[in-house]
């Protein structure tokens, strides 16, 4: 069974790029462009590993992660943290993200993380 990961983010591009990659690394991938409905999402897909950005319309990627940490049902899930935010550690650390990415996204970096994330 393949693992999936659900990426929030609203640029286009970035989605496309992740997905790309991940799905190359035989990964299900969904993607969203806001989290407004994070748990709802999450309940009817079940990630193994979020992957979220803080820019996001409607709520910012951080108050999402708080929802899913806040979660007993999606509280286990790993979150990865990725955004150009400068203070993006302390906003992680803030919001209870497991491991933070910066963008722009280094590839090889994101396979890195998605694998520590899987694996933790």
Known sequence: MRKRIIIF???KDTRTICSLILEGLNFEV???ENCIDI???LDLH???VIL????LPGMKG???IRLVKESPRHKH???VFFTGTNNAQALADEAGADFVLPKPVDLARLEEVIELAINS
């Open 62 to 64: 951080a108050a999402g």
């Open 9 to 11: 983010d609203d640029d």
């Open 77 to 79: 899930i790993p979150v």
């Open 39 to 41: 748990l709802r999402i």
């Open 46 to 48: 079940t990630p193994h």
């Open 52 to 55: 979220i950005d803080n820019h």
């Open 30 to 32: 969904i993607t969203q």
